[in-house]
């Protein structure tokens, strides 16, 4: 699996996952800030994202082990690895499974549990749009709008809305396969990380993703974890509370 990626900086790699419907770019501000603090920051996108291969196979063992080829080719030597959300949960998976590759972790926004399809509005839109018949993000946008009425979740999904060859308009993402497989999107982790590395937890203040009662488990399955609250900050915590999250990852990382 050829992973697309951006690199940014010198030193301690980090590698960092974005989550569903997500891509590398999602997180290319707090990289830059990252990297001006002597890290090699290596923003993925993810399979069936972005520009990485569209593929019938949409896990997070494949994700884990996608991980895990990549750190094998670019010869990186226990980097830092976080992920929010769908990308916190790859990283759970390839940390369990590959506990000798990493060196810390961060997780941001998302809890070890199951969760149930909830992406249902989200989907129900993206596949409204006729690419066929849209001739600007405009259009696009009116068509999404019937369905996710809040516009700055709008605007993120349709950067995955790029030109073809002939001037119209694809996704980037793999929308038939992450609509097919979106259940195991919110598959649980049931594995225990066997080795007391340490693991940092990220939530949003606002966000339900990660509940007071989730952190049982999460101590449960890594043992050498803590969470930390951003106050007033949702989902997407590193787009709310940028600066608050840069000082929590630097703080853990050194």
Avoid: C
């Avoid at 226990?78 to 997780?107: C, Q, R, T």
């Avoid at 596949?127 to 709008?154: C, M, N, Y």
């Avoid at 919110?186 to 937890?201: C, S, T």
Wanted: no cysteine; hydrophobic share 40%; glycine share 8%.
């Amino acid at each position: 699996m050829e992973l697309n990626y951006k690199v940014i900086g010198e030193g301690k790699p980090l590698i960092i996952l974005h989550g569903v419907f997500g891509s590398a770019d999602n997180w290319l501000t707090i990289a830059k800030e990252l990297a001006e603090h002597h890290f090699k920051v290596y923003l993925l996108d993810q399979r069936n994202h972005g520009d990485s291969p569209h593929i019938d196979e949409f896990s997070y063992q494949a994700m884990a082990d996608d991980l895990h080829e990549f750190i094998e080719k670019h010869e990186l030597d226990k980097p830092f690895i976080l992920g929010h959300s769908m990308g916190g949960k790859a990283a759970m998976k390839f940390s369990v499974n590959y506990s000798d590759e990493w060196e810390k972790m961060i997780v941001v926004d998302i809890a070890p549990k199951a969760y149930p399809v909830h992406h249902d509005k989200i989907l129900a839109g993206l596949k409204s749009i006729d690419l066929d018949a849209i001739k600007s993000r405009g259009d696009a946008d009116k068509q999404l709008a019937e369905h996710v009425p809040d516009l700055g979740t709008r605007q993120f999904l349709l950067k995955n809305l790029a030109r073809n060859d002939s001037g119209g308009y694809k996704w980037k993402l793999n929308l038939e396969v992450i609509d097919k497989n979106i259940e195991a999107i919110g598959e649980g982790q049931e594995d225990r990380l066997a080795i007391e590395k340490e693991v940092l937890f990220i939530r949003g203040g606002k966000s339900d993703y990660v509940k007071d009662s989730d952190i049982i488990l999460i101590t449960q399955l890594f043992p050498n974890a803590e969470v930390k609250t951003i106050a007033g900050a949702g989902h997407w915590v590193h787009a709310e509370k940028s600066k608050e999250v840069i000082e929590l990852i630097l703080d853990f990382l050194r």
